[in-house]
């Protein structure tokens, strides 16, 4: 039987091939990435910020779980799961943490505590011991802590470091013990609730060798119980060189001996009322003699 004309396949045949590429195309670029996107940005913004951003995406909100942060406003997202810019399949969930703002606690009560447990009633509180100051108190034992700051009560971040006044005791008023002999000086100090450190350094002054030349704190400080004074002993007094002034003018005498490191007493008498030359002193020039010491000229 006559066959009719065959229509060309050659354009069919492209066109599909074509078409079947496409397909397949596709295909693969959905399986591969068709159906994935990426976790948006979304630190920072509110819940309900985040909530629309991850609508818009194709994605869904997972669980909302709350943390405290010092960083970040309370209500706003301070992390996500998976994280910004992760690989997620379309109308996955994405699990978000939301501020609860920073964490608050209250400074406990420590007055009348020792130090070393009020230290430790703050660490259990999550706050930080800061910086102790001593005070002197009638009411509140020595060691033990008289105030903080913040205050008792007070709500702060947790972290936060307070202060602690802390207590030195009762006050002890200082006695002058200097020119004593180290045994009654220990004695009078002791008896006041104090201790006492003796200077390895022995120094010049009015006082006898051995006696207490100086004192630190000195008289009129106040000390708490239990400080330490320390004594400074002498090794008597500084020997120098007494000019010789005799025949001199008595202001140029003075000025000499006082210059020498002298104090200077006048003996007129009745014959030296209106004399005006040294005939006499105490201690002969060239001698030595304890520096500070009187030195007497006699006017005639």
Not at 180 to 190: I, N, P
């Amino acid at each position: 039987r006559a066959r009719g004309p065959r229509r060309p396949r050659g354009p069919l045949v492209v066109v599909t091939a074509v078409l079947l590429a496409l397909g397949l195309g596709a295909g693969i670029w959905y399986i591969n990435s068709g159906q994935f996107t990426e976790v948006p940005p979304l630190l920072s913004k509110t819940e309900a910020q985040a909530r629309d951003r991850l609508e818009q995406d194709g994605l869904d909100v997972g669980r909302v779980r709350r943390a405290y942060s010092d960083t970040f406003d309370r209500g706003t997202v301070v992390g996500t799961d998976p994280k910004p810019g992760a690989r997620i399949r379309q109308n996955d969930a994405v699990d978000l943490v939301v501020s609860r703002g920073p964490k608050t606690v209250k400074v406990p009560d420590l007055r009348d505590r020792p130090l070393a447990e009020a230290r430790a009633a703050l660490k259990d509180r999550g706050l930080e011991p800061g910086m102790v100051t001593r005070e002197f108190d009638d009411e509140v034992a020595r060691g033990s802590v008289i105030s903080s700051s913040p205050g008792d009560g007070s709500t702060v971040r947790s972290g936060s470091a307070v202060a602690l006044t802390v207590s030195k005791g009762s006050p002890v008023d200082i006695p002058d013990v200097t020119g004593e002999s180290v045994e009654d000086a220990r004695a009078e100090l002791q008896e006041a609730g104090l201790k006492v450190k003796i200077a390895p350094a022995r120094v010049n002054s009015e006082f006898d060798a051995g006696q207490v030349a100086r004192q630190s704190p000195g008289e009129g400080s106040q000390a708490a119980e239990g400080d330490t004074v320390t004594l400074t002993l002498s090794k008597g007094p500084e020997m120098i060189e007494v000019p010789d002034v005799v025949g001199e003018s008595v202001d140029d005498a003075k000025d000499r001996l006082e210059a020498a490191g002298f104090e200077v007493d006048e003996d007129r008498g009745l014959l030296g009322l209106f004399g005006d030359t040294v005939k006499k002193q105490s201690v002969k020039g060239g001698d030595k003699a304890p520096k500070g010491s009187t030195i007497t000229i006699t006017i005639r």
